[in-house]
């Protein structure tokens, strides 16, 4: 079996996905709230263009995506070799080279890429508008679209989990929402 079909395989069960929707919402949620910040904090402390928020979100996003990657790799490297050595002592038997191991190996995989996608999604996508600074937008207008973005990214990683939970997705939305607010209204009220 190729690496390919590994990866779709794990992608094909439903224990897989659900940690990767778990890591991917997770990081995600992180690096938006980490991209509130970083914009709201940018402005607040005089950062003189959107160019310089970009690159400094691009340095965190690059940060969060490692982190995601790394940490999780390692993580469910760990536990999975836990439960598989469980099972060898159960079984009084070795099963390193099987294709549990390898299955194994493939969802790990699929929980890491799923776990750096997250906060590259959460920290870009709020500082899309300042791209746009100095043309379009100016640099406050720009923060408050970077916010805007950013809570209702947060709105949607909400509304998502809500709708897999069978909950009301507009409640499990806003409740998400409003940690990227409280870090906006946090960063203004901060003193300098």
């Known amino acids: 079996m190729s690496r390919i ?11 897989v996905r659900s ?4 890591y991917f ?3 995600g949620f992180d690096g938006t709230l980490t991209s ?9 402390s005089g950062v003189p263009d959107g160019r310089t928020v970009v690159l400094v979100g691009v340095g965190g996003a690059v940060g969060l995506c490692t982190s995601g990657v790394w940490s999780v ?3 469910e490297r760990a536990e999975k070799l836990s439960q598989r050595r469980q099972l060898e002592r159960a079984m009084l038997r070795d099963l390193d080279d099987t294709h549990l191991q390898r299955e194994d190996r ?5 929980n890491a890429i799923a776990s750096g996608i997250g906060p590259l999604v959460g920290t870009l996508l709020p500082l899309v508008p300042f791209l746009f600074e100095g043309w379009l937008v100016s640099l406050l207008q720009a923060t408050l679209l970077a916010v805007a973005v950013g ?6 990683f909400g509304a998502y989990m809500g709708s897999i939970a069978e ?8 409740r998400m929402a409003l940690a990227g607010v409280l870090v906006a209204v946090v960063n203004v009220l901060l003193p300098g």
């Not at 493939?106 to 699929?110: E, F, S």
């Not at 909950?167 to 806003?174: A, E, H, M, P, R």
């Open 36 to 44: 509130i910040g970083v914009a709201t904090g940018a402005y607040l």
């Open 5 to 15: 079909d590994a990866l779709q395989a794990a992608l094909r069960r439903s224990s």
């Open 167 to 174: 909950l009301d997705w507009t409640v499990t939305g806003i």
């Open 25 to 27: 919402v997770s990081n």
């Open 73 to 75: 790799w390692e993580i």
């Open 19 to 22: 940690i990767s929707r778990r």
């Open 106 to 110: 493939a969802g790990r995989a699929v």
């Open 151 to 156: 809570v209702g990214l947060l709105f949607a």
